[in-house]
């Protein structure tokens, strides 16, 4: 579990995808599972039900402490992303991107002097990793956690964060304009002008290369294999070539209107001729409810000892002037290979993102705009051996009986954040005629603020006498857990019993 003092903006939970140990099938003397309402305790309670485990009212801005709490009970994993995006298209991969060698060279072998041309090849699914691959991820340097450094990167951005609301959303799918051969520009000088490259999640290279974006609630990472060949327009022989692996980076936060997205590649081989002083460069462009806010991928030489990155920052185009807006956005980078003896730039090769929604739609934070990974299922994550030991017991048990929400599963529970609607889940739960002994409050599972609760689910409940400190604390949690993982009206979330 994260500590309190270490959680920042860019660490957020996600579901793992990998299943929870089976729990064993009890429920304890002090618990009712149940349809319709049971019998009531048989001693007084010394709490009063409105101070019982509680998200509270929705729409209240939760506390620093609830926040603190929120951060430190959200599981912290990467998942594999799904195949395809909201619109369908399969995730990284572009559409249309295929080129074949043949076409290309046939386009060119009619100019003036043409002798060589290339041929970039599409991000090509990865069985497993070859040696050089392995040798070059070996020797990235990503650091365990890049929160920090995310957070950092975002806040240091304010024109980008500024950008107008109300422009108009980018709904092209791609730059059409024709790549540019780089300016004969001294690398090292130029690269001393740059920001340096973010570093990855320890995660994402752990991973390797295999086509698949990894994605937390507020990051998403992976890396793909390519190559660019050289064609002699007489003869259509292959002369030379470079393989390399492109790394895809993307961070948000859960208060900026701004997320960031970086490509880097590694040469991992070349052979022939042709490929000496090869250059990449690109640029980017943003699909659905954003816009390119700034970009900066300027021709480097790409070598055993120079990788060529690209960073990009995206604003949100939601209407952030009304209430309650949300829009999805993916952003695509797009790079071209130049070489001074080749007679055309290589045609372009595309990685785009997964789904980035934006919203100011947050219960508590109407004014606050914020963006996460659409498709990362945010946990939150109860210890039977911390803080709140019943409450876990209780969820645990609950869960064991078939009821939602069990991590490791795709049984989701789904936010409900109608205050009205959520008293009748309590009310019906843990009704106030239901007699409490001292120190007890009652715990009810499905969490009433979920669609899946007492009233507003199949009419399957648990509920339990529970210590009433542990009680109010693990509803402080929910409700800081909301928050801190933007999770809205109709959201996924999935709860851990550790």
Not at 47 to 74: M, R, W
Request: aromatic letters at 6%; hydrophobic letters at 35%.
């Amino acid at each position: 579990m994260l500590a309190v003092g270490a959680v920042t903006l860019g660490l957020l939970g996600s579901h793992l995808g990998v299943a929870q140990a089976a729990v064993e099938q009890e429920t304890g003397a002090d618990t009712s599972l149940t349809t319709s309402v049971a019998a009531t305790d048989p001693v007084a309670d010394e709490v009063s039900p409105e101070s019982e485990a509680d998200d509270g009212d929705p729409d209240a801005a939760p506390s620093a402490e609830d926040l603190a709490l929120g951060a430190d009970s959200t599981a912290g994993e990467p998942e594999a992303a799904p195949e395809t995006a909201e619109d369908g298209e399969r995730v990284g991969l572009a559409a249309g991107q295929q080129a074949t060698c043949d076409g290309r060279v046939k386009d060119v072998a009619g100019t003036p002097g043409a002798q060589y041309a290339a041929c970039a090849s599409p991000l090509e699914p990865a069985v497993e990793l070859t040696s050089d691959e392995q040798a070059v991820l070996s020797q990235l340097e990503a650091p365990a956690d890049t929160s920090a450094a995310e957070s950092a990167v975002l806040a240091a951005e304010p024109e980008a964060g500024q950008a107008g609301s109300e422009a108009t959303p980018q709904t092209a799918a791609y730059d059409t304009a024709p790549p540019v051969a780089p300016a004969d520009e001294s690398d090292t000088a130029a690269a001393a002008a740059r920001p340096k490259p973010w570093k990855e999640p320890k995660w994402c290279i752990d991973a390797g290369v295999d086509n698949t974006w990894y994605i937390e609630r507020m990051r998403g990472c992976g890396i793909w294999r390519a190559e660019v060949n050289v064609e002699d327009v007489r003869t259509g022989r292959k002369i030379g070539g470079i393989k390399y692996i492109a790394i895809g980076y993307s961070f948000s936060a859960r208060d900026s209107k701004t997320w960031a997205y970086q490509v880097r590649l590694l040469e991992t081989k070349r052979w022939g001729r042709g490929v000496n002083g090869t250059k990449a460069s690109g640029s980017a462009s943003c699909i659905g409810k954003c816009k390119v806010a700034k970009k900066n991928f300027p021709g480097q030489t790409i070598s055993k000892s120079a990788e060529p990155y690209g960073q990009f920052f995206m604003d949100t185009a939601i209407n952030t002037g009304a209430s309650k807006q949300r829009g999805t956005g993916r952003s695509v980078a797009s790079w071209t290979f130049s070489n001074r003896e080749w007679v055309a730039p290589s045609e372009p090769t595309k990685l785009s993102t997964v789904d980035v929604r934006c919203d100011n739609a947050l219960p508590g934070a109407p004014r606050q705009v914020g963006c996460v990974t659409l498709q990362a299922v945010p946990v939150i994550s109860y210890s039977q051996t911390g803080p709140w030991p019943e409450v876990a017991k209780h969820i645990k048990d609950a869960q064991a009986t078939g009821l939602p929400g069990k991590y490791g599963t795709t049984n989701f529970l789904t936010r409900l954040t109608d205050r009205k609607k959520s008293q009748e889940n309590r009310d019906k739960a843990c009704p106030s005629s239901l007699e409490r002994p001292p120190g007890k409050s009652c715990d009810e599972y499905p969490f009433a603020s979920t669609w899946q609760g007492a009233k507003y689910g199949n009419g399957k409940f648990s509920r339990r006498m529970v210590n009433a400190k542990q009680n109010t604390d693990a509803g402080k949690a929910l409700k800081g857990f909301y928050t801190y993982s933007r999770v809205l009206e109709g959201d996924r979330f999935l709860v851990w019993i550790r």
